[in-house]
């Protein structure tokens, strides 16, 4: 899942609550959270998987802003996202 533009992601934890990032490698990325060594949050509650993805062409401030917007959503609609990713492309992407 690398590629050379960026990635915002939700990841499922084990306490059943999402953390959401943005990186430039999603699977390096995803092995320091699993690791610990990816966020304070993560390193106590472990991540299950990756829940869903997005790639961002326009670069690492749109990623940021997509990041910052995602974060502000409520539980059900993260969930919504999750289910069918191309609903936050029409409302952000």
């Known amino acids: 899942m690398s ?10 934890c084990e306490n059943n609550t999402y953390y959401t990032g ?7 990325r995803y092995l320091c959270h699993v690791d610990g060594t990816g966020s304070k949050y993560t ?4 991540p299950v ?7 961002i062409h326009e670069g690492k401030r749109k990623a940021m ?8 959503l409520s539980r059900s609609d993260k ?6 990713p191309k609903l ?4 952000v992407i």
Not at 3 to 12: A, E, H, P, Q, R
């Open 49 to 55: 998987k990756i829940a869903q993805a997005w790639e």
């Open 22 to 28: 943005y990186t430039n490698n999603l699977e390096k």
């Open 65 to 72: 802003q997509v990041e910052r917007y995602i974060k502000k």
């Open 79 to 84: 969930d919504k996202i999750i289910t069918e």
């Open 3 to 12: 590629c050379s533009g960026y990635w915002v992601y939700i990841l499922l």
């Open 88 to 91: 936050l492309d029409l409302q």
């Open 43 to 46: 390193r106590s509650f472990k």
